[in-house]
């Protein structure tokens, strides 16, 4: 998709994600049409970007380990990520590294977003940029995860565990320690 050139181009953009993604960053419409400054947006899509990696490693633990849902939900909630924390948790829960293109839009993005959360101006044209980034990054990263433990983290997430059952807290402490997480 092309890089929006005005609001209205940003929320014809948001208009043509999939329904998982809109559902996922639905207060985005709102912040747009209020015409705040892109900076509001691009704080608001950071923390669902945030909520959606939280509830990737959540569920992917979850599923994959069996562990205890309440504890892991705990640990998850608690873990202080950095930008390569977070990557090296998905390694250590998915065996698998994160694509090198999803990485360069989230990177993009990131610097116009740490650009306006320090205080610096940043312009209109990398503000549309970073959004378009952004939504490039939730699909990709919800057709990435898809692929590697089939579910979707841009999105519902119900029923994403199936049936399995969960095993007691004491063998979950052990796993979510073996993973690198910080368990008390």
């Given at each position: 998709?092309?890089i929006?050139?005005?609001?209205?181009?940003?929320?014809?953009?948001?208009?043509?994600?999939?329904?998982?993604?809109k559902?996922?960053?639905?207060?985005?419409?709102?912040?747009?049409?209020?015409?705040?400054?892109?900076?509001?947006a691009?704080?608001?899509?950071f923390?669902?970007?945030?909520?959606?990696?939280?509830?990737?490693?959540?569920?992917?633990?979850?599923k994959?380990?069996?562990?205890?849902a309440?504890?892991?939900?705990?640990?998850?909630?608690?873990?202080h990520?950095?930008?390569?924390?977070?990557?090296?948790?998905f390694q250590?829960?998915?065996?698998?590294?994160?694509?090198?293109?999803?990485?360069?839009?989230?990177?993009?993005?990131?610097?116009?977003?740490?650009?306006?959360?320090?205080?610096?101006?940043t312009?209109?044209?990398?503000g549309?940029?970073?959004?378009?980034d952004?939504?490039?990054?939730?699909?990709?990263f919800?057709?990435?995860?898809?692929?590697?433990a089939?579910?979707?983290?841009?999105?519902?997430?119900?029923?994403?565990?199936?049936?399995k059952q969960?095993?007691?807290?004491?063998?979950?402490?052990?796993?979510?320690?073996?993973?690198?997480?910080?368990?008390?």
């Open positions: 998709m092309a929006p050139h005005n609001y209205k181009a940003v929320l014809d953009l948001f208009d043509k994600q999939p329904d998982e993604i559902w996922h960053f639905e207060n985005f419409a709102d912040l747009i049409s209020r015409t705040l400054p892109y900076d509001v691009i704080a608001y899509l923390s669902r970007v945030e909520y959606a990696h939280r509830s990737t490693l959540y569920c992917g633990i979850t994959r380990y069996a562990t205890d309440i504890l892991t939900q705990e640990i998850i909630t608690s873990q990520f950095t930008r390569k924390g977070f990557r090296t948790a250590a829960v998915f065996g698998e590294t994160i694509q090198a293109p999803l990485l360069q839009l989230i990177k993009s993005a990131e610097k116009v977003r740490d650009t306006g959360m320090h205080g610096v101006v312009t209109e044209k990398d549309r940029q970073a959004i378009h952004i939504f490039q990054y939730a699909t990709g919800n057709n990435f995860v898809e692929g590697v089939r579910f979707r983290p841009f999105g519902k997430l119900k029923g994403f565990k199936g049936r969960s095993i007691d807290n004491a063998s979950s402490r052990l796993i979510l320690k073996g993973l690198g997480f910080s368990v008390r």
